[in-house]
């Protein structure tokens, strides 16, 4: 197995998934990690976004599709797996209408955005092509892997001034070993997956751990997460924020991963949030 040197990360665009396995849990693991659902557009989201397309961001012989609304200071929405930029529309006009530019996009696999192999890995990456694209960006808010790819840019010394994470996880490790629980690997075919894991994302799993990222929160953050999300613990939330001096985390209920989404409360108190930075 070959890793990258100590910045962490092979820099090749989507790397080869290697060879099926006769056994079909090991596959869907595989399949369950790697191959998000690509989610089209509806008629609301086209229009919302008919003028605000820019020219897609070429990364890793992959092209990105964006979106901007508003002129200010740059805000980037990060969206989560299976899901792709204009789910968080609902976060855009009140933004702008607070004074920020808001740009959306599609990480790799999703959306409008070519390629067919993701992980959160690859989302950290593009997010921090995009970042470096800009130029300067006010704050981030991401939902679910959009989250967890922030805390990776983060550690990689992109700086914001405020983020907002939205039922995101915190670490690598708890997800991998949830897949190889959920599609019922034993022992021998849960270490091959975690194995595959590593070389398909270019470096060990604990390195994509809070432990090894959490010396990028330099900044003030705020943390949003049902205590009964059934998609990603709420103990994910908890345990960023104990890494995270400069962070408040907000326990909801009611709402789940994903319905937090449109809630009106958690878009306002996330907006709130940004715009507090904007004066410092």
Same mark, same amino acid.
């Given at each position: 197995?070959?890793?990258?040197?100590?910045?962490?990360?092979?820099?090749?665009?989507?790397?080869?998934?290697?060879?099926?396995?006769?056994?079909?849990?090991?596959?869907?693991?595989?399949?369950?990690?790697?191959?998000?659902?690509?989610?089209?557009?509806?008629?609301?989201?086209?229009?919302?976004?008919?003028? /605000? #397309?820019?020219?897609?961001?070429?990364?890793? !012989? =992959?092209?990105?599709? %964006?979106?901007?609304?508003?002129? +200010? @200071?740059?805000?980037?929405?990060?969206?989560?797996?299976?899901?792709?930029?204009?789910?968080?529309?609902?976060?855009?006009?009140?933004?702008?209408?607070?004074?920020?530019?808001?740009?959306?996009?599609?990480?790799?696999?999703?959306?409008?955005?070519?390629?067919?192999?993701?992980?959160?890995?690859?989302?950290?990456?593009?997010?921090?092509?995009?970042?470096?694209?800009?130029?300067?960006?006010?704050?981030?808010?991401?939902?679910?892997?959009?989250? /967890? #790819?922030?805390?990776?840019?983060?550690?990689? !010394? =992109?700086?914001?001034? %405020?983020?907002?994470?939205?039922? +995101? @996880?915190?670490?690598?490790?708890?997800?991998?070993?949830?897949?190889?629980?959920?599609?019922?690997?034993?022992?021998?075919?849960?270490?091959?997956?975690?194995?595959?894991?590593?070389?398909?994302?270019?470096?060990?799993?604990?390195?994509?751990?809070?432990?090894?990222?959490?010396?990028?929160?330099?900044?003030?953050?705020?943390?949003?997460?049902?205590?009964?999300?059934?998609?990603?613990?709420?103990?994910?939330?908890?345990?960023?924020?104990?890494?995270?001096?400069?962070?408040?985390?907000?326990?909801?209920?009611?709402?789940?991963? %994903?319905?937090?989404?449109?809630?009106?409360?958690?878009?306002?108190?996330?907006?709130?949030?940004?715009?507090?930075?904007?004066?410092?």
């Amino acid at each position: 197995m070959q890793f990258s040197n100590a910045a962490g990360f092979v820099t090749g665009a989507n790397r080869d998934l290697g060879p099926a396995h006769d056994d079909g849990r090991l596959a869907a693991a595989r399949h369950a990690f790697s191959t998000p659902e690509r989610v089209a557009l509806s008629a609301a989201e086209e229009a919302a976004l008919a003028a /605000a #397309a820019e020219a897609p961001l070429r990364h890793e !012989g =992959l092209e990105l599709a %964006r979106w901007t609304l508003g002129v +200010g @200071p740059r805000v980037l929405l990060v969206h989560g797996w299976n899901s792709r930029g204009a789910h968080l529309l609902g976060f855009a006009r009140p933004l702008v209408d607070a004074g920020f530019s808001v740009t959306l996009f599609d990480l790799p696999g999703h959306g409008d955005s070519t390629g067919h192999a993701a992980s959160v890995v690859h989302a950290g990456r593009a997010l921090r092509a995009l970042m470096a694209d800009i130029g300067s960006v006010h704050g981030v808010i991401g939902h679910s892997m959009g989250s /967890a #790819a922030a805390l990776l840019a983060f550690a990689h !010394g =992109l700086p914001v001034k %405020r983020s907002v994470h939205l039922a +995101g @996880p915190s670490s690598l490790t708890p997800m991998v070993k949830g897949i190889a629980r959920a599609q019922g690997l034993v022992p021998s075919d849960a270490a091959a997956f975690t194995g595959w894991v590593e070389n398909f994302i270019g470096t060990r799993i604990a390195n994509v751990d809070l432990e090894r990222l959490q010396h990028g929160l330099r900044h003030p953050g705020l943390i949003v997460h049902d205590t009964e999300d059934r998609i990603v613990p709420f103990a994910a939330s908890q345990a960023l924020h104990a890494a995270w001096p400069g962070s408040h985390l907000e326990p909801l209920t009611g709402l789940g991963h %994903r319905r937090l989404l449109a809630d009106t409360d958690v878009i306002a108190r996330s907006v709130a949030f940004i715009a507090d930075g904007a004066s410092t």
